[in-house]
């Protein structure tokens, strides 16, 4: 299907939102005027209004400066309906006996039921995890997936959190309030960090973890 005008700015949407920015911020980030992916610059003068593009030299910076790859941002871009991914789920009674996997050791037969795997959209995004803190958990050079859609986060939960000042921290709830919010290192060596919430951009929890 043809990129259109709408798919295209809704995924440069996408893309700020996958990085804790506003279209301003990106904008910005990238070397461009901040105003430059405001929606007032979307459409020019007209009745009609005009649809106005972002220039290939914007894009490239963009896609440049976020880390993303013109295929990735082609899914960003693709409104068709998401199919769910799953994975057959199998009882740790079923996944005894040989009968129940394949020469190569995959599940076999029919009837599992499935578990739901992350499906993509604009909330969901990956981060590499750099440092040592949460070794053995997380090693350097792990993936992780956050959905920011995923905020109600509890003691005990990994999560991905943004501070105000521009720092991204992988790391363990240890204790939450109104007022603050313990962010504890599985490595020893790392003492907890105790954040105020007011200094918390955003925080969502980890899904998911490419090893």
Request: proline residues 8%; without cysteine.
């Amino acid at each position: 299907m043809p990129l259109s005008h709408h798919r295209l700015w809704s995924a440069l949407d996408g893309l700020a939102h996958r990085h804790g920015l506003s279209a301003s911020a990106l904008a910005r980030r990238a070397g461009l005027d901040a105003t430059a992916l405001n929606p007032s610059k979307r459409f020019g003068p007209g009745v009609p209004l005009r649809p106005r593009w972002p220039s290939t030299e914007s894009l490239n910076r963009i896609l440049e400066v976020t880390g993303t790859s013109l295929a990735e941002f082609a899914a960003l871009a693709d409104d068709s309906p998401v199919r769910i991914a799953t994975a057959p789920l199998l009882g740790m009674a079923q996944a005894g006996p040989d009968g129940f996997f394949d020469d190569a050791g995959l599940p076999t037969g029919d009837g599992w039921d499935q578990t739901d795997l992350p499906s993509p959209r604009e909330s969901l995004f990956s981060l590499r995890i750099s440092g040592d803190s949460m070794v053995p958990l997380y090693r350097e050079g792990d993936r992780v997936l956050v959905d920011r859609d995923h905020t109600d986060v509890r003691k005990g939960d990994r999560v991905v959190a943004r501070t105000r000042s521009g720092e991204t921290l992988a790391k363990q709830v240890d204790a939450i309030s109104a007022k603050s919010v313990t962010l504890g290192s599985i490595n020893p060596a790392y003492p907890p960090r105790e954040i105020s919430r007011a200094d918390i951009d955003w925080m969502a929890r980890i899904l998911w973890v490419s090893q």
